[in-house]
């Protein structure tokens, strides 16, 4: 049985963590001091009451039950405020079956009644002017006192947690302002992140937020141009080597053309001719992308042209149209790249396109000797050749899956080789779809 751990039931966001973070500390409070209030302050303010009250009403009883009192001449006593009582009920009296016996702390007032005075005192709340009508038996008939409802309980305690709560959501309003704010800047910051890793550009993009976050938008927007600097500087190299190299591969050309035909001059041909096109593929890993600029482009038609220009031999599975954001040149190179290592190796080849959520992925099967696995990662190394898989007397230079691969990585996705269906190697590139 599996563990429960505590990020198990936690939202995973940033953003929703941050919000319970924010929201649970105040709602425990809130529950606590809400508690606190009534379970103590509120039920002491009318325990003490309910003791006025009741010591009240035994004075009043006991005036009904002295042999002289008259009551016409005493039909109100002050006490504390007015309290109006009466030794016998008149005939216009409310019945007890009127009187609402349960109500709002009814049972502090009873407690305290039954424990001073005859636990058969009967207590009810009037329905129409809401006042405490108190009951008992006199030798006159059946005494009653009516006291305020406002004397008898603490009848607006309600307010001080409307406040609370007014000022809570007034806090938690604020704190959502201000943590909005904060993950705008996190999640901008994610966003130039992955574009910067897809090979595009956000140029209106700026460090903002919090301190901490404006150092990791520096430190983005510094590694960028440092990387980009050392790009630059890759190609400028290569073109100076490039310039210096074709020059005497020229001259050796001219030199071996003005010669005798024979085995040797004509197998030193065809390695100046290896060397020209190991040159001029090298150049092409190295420059990467330079010159291409991201566009929306439909990799579903970009297969479908690479796999014309091989012939109607290949066949290509999947919708009609992709959209997705990248380099047209360098993704065509990619897939024209699978292509021909999946012709040049294999007598049959097919080609399928997947549309999925967040991904786009071109598949290329074959039916060819395939690469056994524990050497796929091999075959993505510059110029890698697997004997025991390719042949030697192809062309080439190794540099296809890894042009491939570093094209597919710029986009944000990558290059994957497993066991075909058709016997062979398969070979995945997905890459990254626009969001819909």
């Avoid at 309600?158 to 609370?164: A, D, E, L, P, R």
Wanted: overall charge neutral.
């Amino acid at each position: 049985m599996a563990q429960l751990r505590f990020r198990d039931i936690t939202p995973r966001g940033l953003y929703a963590r941050t919000l319970l973070l924010l929201l649970g500390p105040v709602l425990l409070i809130l529950g606590l001091m809400t508690w606190y209030y009534y379970a103590n302050q509120v039920a002491e303010v009318n325990r003490k009451l309910a003791q006025a009250i009741t010591r009240d009403a035994g004075l009043i009883r006991a005036t009904c039950f002295n042999p002289e009192y008259d009551e016409s001449d005493h039909t109100r006593i002050q006490f504390q405020i007015e309290t109006y009582f009466t030794c016998d009920l008149s005939g216009s009296a409310l019945e007890n079956a009127e009187l609402k016996q349960e109500f709002p702390y009814d049972d502090v007032l009873k407690t305290e009644l039954s424990r001073r005075l005859d636990p058969a005192v009967f207590v009810g709340l009037a329905r129409g002017d809401s006042r405490v009508h108190i009951r008992f038996p006199t030798p006159q008939g059946t005494g009653e006192i009516i006291v305020d409802r406002k004397r008898a309980f603490m009848i607006n305690s309600h307010i001080f947690i409307v406040w609370v709560i007014a000022f809570s959501l007034l806090m938690v309003a604020l704190a959502i302002a201000f943590l909005n704010q904060q993950v705008r800047s996190i999640l901008r910051l994610s966003e130039a992140a992955r574009a910067f890793g897809r090979g595009r550009d956000l140029p209106d993009f700026r460090p903002s937020g919090a301190t901490e976050v404006r150092d990791a938008a520096r430190a983005l927007i510094d590694m960028k141009q440092r990387l980009t600097s050392f790009a630059e500087q890759r190609t400028a190299m290569l073109a100076g080597v490039s310039h210096d190299l074709r020059t005497p591969l020229t001259r050796l050309k001219l030199a071996l053309a003005m010669m005798d035909e024979s085995d040797d001059i004509k197998a030193a041909k065809d390695d100046l001719d290896d060397m020209a096109m190991m040159l001029d593929e090298y150049l092409a890993f190295a420059r990467g992308e330079e010159g291409d600029e991201p566009a929306l482009l439909d990799i579903a038609q970009t297969t479908r042209d690479v796999a014309a220009g091989f012939g109607p031999h290949v066949p290509v599975i999947g919708p009609a149209t992709i959209r997705i954001m990248g380099r047209p040149l360098a993704l065509k190179r990619a897939v024209t790249n699978l292509v021909s290592n999946a012709i040049k190796y294999a007598g049959t080849a097919r080609l399928t396109l997947v549309d999925g959520p967040h991904w786009a992925e071109v598949v290329v099967d074959d039916d060819g000797p395939g690469i056994p696995p524990e050497r796929h990662e091999d075959a993505f190394r510059p110029f890698s050749r697997l004997d025991d898989a390719r042949s030697q007397n192809e062309s080439g230079t190794g540099l296809g899956l890894t042009l491939a691969r570093d094209t597919a990585r710029a986009h944000g996705g990558d290059v994957r080789l497993s066991k075909s269906p058709l016997g062979g190697l398969r070979a995945v590139l997905r890459v990254p779809t626009e969001p819909r």
